[in-house]
């Protein structure tokens, strides 16, 4: 231990040297291989580089704050009010916004920094080094599973980047979706299980989860009866990396291991699980986690900063906050008319711009999820006890908009919190299982694994409410309703937590267009176009993001 400071002084200067962007020329300094060297040769050192791995997923310019930034607004579920998201906002980014071009580069770094761990860990026969690997492996088709389903076609590096490997092609889809699938494989035998590594890292079933997420992927992309011009479908039989005979059948397998084998368990309330303080971080409910803390003078996670309203008491008084990011109207209207118990009589949409359209939920019937997971109707602000009127109460401007409430946290100082990104939680297993299920043998033994999840958003702290009711053959009678109803309830569920982007595209163009068209009706129902919100139109070229400009001027191989 007596060099373990020395050891991350040396591993600070070869982080940097590594994260030298693609664009920038890579010299080939003396000291960065000695600090390899000293990073790698004892398990401590190995640590750190585990840690730095960490550091960049979850930094700024990842999911700290840009992967947000992006595809928030850009999923067709959320509306930004910042500049530099106006294209985003349109469902028309182009290859120079900047929250593009930063999560770009965040992405790469991140990539990078995992290719060093794997390069020089394997075969150091540290004791750490299984685990070490299983986390890399882990992560990297974590990172390549996001760049695939926004980018499609991007390079695939297996090594550090230096000055004589900048410009390289980008790979196939089948190329990049067996390269993941082998990474996770090789991270369910490599990760270590419950009890045998330090809390809040993935165990083994964490991989098992995710390639159930990839398999289900793929399917729902290949069963999709509309997608964009040139779609590339990537079949069981183009991939290598394991004898797949049907992707929906793979995804039960995974599933179902996790939940036989993992020990997840669903938290007792769904409030439990967004509680202001530390005990609503690494629950029974987490599967794969990015733990934040209250240390640093740098922003690493601005997701408070992001979606919390400005004074408003979920946070201290006097912290600064924007509420930049929040659900459009319809997102919240739908979950209101489903299981607020209020009969709106057919509506599609429920009223708004007057006072009597404030919504009134009965603690008794009304889904406990709507009050956990936005701020509705009015706030008073801490800093000077004024009232706040924002949507239903509201229909048009810049408060015209249900917040997320998500994410409390009195101890957020303005620039560091405690609140942990949550990648992947057992609810989203069990929906995902439900789907699976589903899709094989129809709804009726889907019912199952969906009512578990729809049983623990009824209970509370003083009784169960009556919705959301369970599912059965009379509210949910068919494959194809289950098909759209399970989507819904991702999205009840899971509203915040970054699923959205990727929901909404991975049953192909045609889902994604029947929700870009409620959207449009939601527009024009409250009349708000022009009132920060947008019509969108010419969706297909947005299934994809554009590689950055950057991106494209400095890698002579890469053409859009």
């Known amino acids: 231990m ?22 920038d020329q890579l010299v080939d300094l003396p000291e960065n291989k000695f600090s390899e060297v ?20 979850q930094g700024y310019d990842y999911y700290g704050a840009r992967m947000r930034l992006l595809l928030w607004p850009h999923s067709g579920k959320y509306q930004s009010k910042q500049g530099a998201n106006d294209d985003a906002n349109k469902l028309d980014v182009t290859n120079t916004n900047i929250n593009l071009d930063k999560l770009w580069a965040g992405m790469w770094q991140t990539i990078n920094q995992i290719n060093l761990v794997i390069i020089n860990v394997e075969g150091s026969g540290l004791k750490n080094e299984a685990t070490s690997l299983g986390q890399a492996y882990f992560m990297r088709a974590v990172v390549y599973f996001d760049l695939v389903r926004m980018f499609e076609e991007v390079p695939i590096r297996l090594k550090p980047t230096t000055k004589d490997d900048i410009h390289i092609a980008k790979s196939s889809k089948e190329e990049l979706y067996n390269l993941i699938i082998d990474d996770l494989k090789k991270a369910t035998t490599l990760l270590p299980d419950r009890g045998e590594y330090m809390s809040g890292r993935p165990l083994k079933y964490a991989a098992n989860a995710y390639l159930a997420k990839v398999y289900i992927t793929l399917a729902g992309e290949n069963d999709a009866s509309v997608q964009p011009t040139g779609f590339n479908s990537v079949t069981e039989s183009e991939i290598s990396a394991a004898n797949i005979s049907d992707f929906w059948q793979e995804a039960k397998t995974e599933l179902d291991f996790v939940i036989a084998n993992g020990g ?5 309330t769904y409030a439990d699980l967004f509680k202001e303080g530390v005990s609503s971080r690494n629950t029974s409910e987490s599967i794969f986690e990015l733990q934040y803390g209250n240390t640093g003078a ?24 924007f509420g930049r990011i929040r659900p459009n109207k319809e997102m919240f209207s739908d979950h209101v008319i489903q299981y607020s118990g209020i009969d709106y009589s057919g509506a599609d949409f429920i009223p708004a711009g007057k006072a009597s359209n404030i919504i009134t939920l009965d603690d008794a019937i009304a889904d406990p999820r709507i009050n956990e997971t936005y701020i509705y109707n009015n706030y008073t602000r801490t800093n000077n006890n004024r009232n706040v009127n924002i949507f239903p109460r509201v229909n048009k401007g810049n408060n015209a908009y249900a917040h997320l409430n998500k994410y409390k946290d009195l101890t957020y100082n303005g620039t560091t919190t405690i609140k942990n990104h949550i990648m992947m939680r057992y609810a989203d297993v069990l929906l995902l299982r439900a789907e699976v299920e589903n899709e094989i043998n129809g709804p009726s033994t889907a019912y199952a694994f969906v009512n578990q999840v729809l049983s623990r958003a009824r209970n509370t702290s003083t009784g169960n409410t009556q919705e959301p009711a ?17 989507m ?30 409620h959207h449009n009706a939601a527009v024009n129902f409250y009349t708000s176009e022009g009132n920060r919100d947008f019509i969108f139109d010419n969706i297909e070229s947005e299934m994809l993001l554009p590689i950055p400009l950057s991106e494209l001027s400095g890698n002579n191989l890469i053409n859009e």
């Open 470 to 486: 369970d599912w059965d053959a009379t509210s949910v009678p068919d494959q194809e309703t289950f098909r759209e109803r399970i």
């Open 38 to 57: 000293q990073v790698f040769s004892t398990e401590e050192g190995v640590e750190t580089a585990i840690n730095g791995m960490y550091a960049q997923l």
């Open 2 to 23: 007596k060099n373990y400071n020395k050891i991350i002084g040396l591993f600070v200067l070869l982080v940097t040297a590594s994260f030298i962007s693609c664009e």
């Open 488 to 517: 819904k309830e991702r999205e009840y569920e899971l509203n915040g937590e970054g699923h959205e982007w990727f929901d909404m595209r991975r049953r192909g163009l045609g889902r994604f267009q029947e929700q870009v068209d």
């Open 264 to 268: 997840y368990e669903l938290t007792n």
């Open 298 to 321: 740098t922003r690493t996670n601005d997701i408070i900063r992001d979606v919390v309203l400005a004074n408003h008491p979920i946070v201290a008084e006097g912290t600064t906050t």
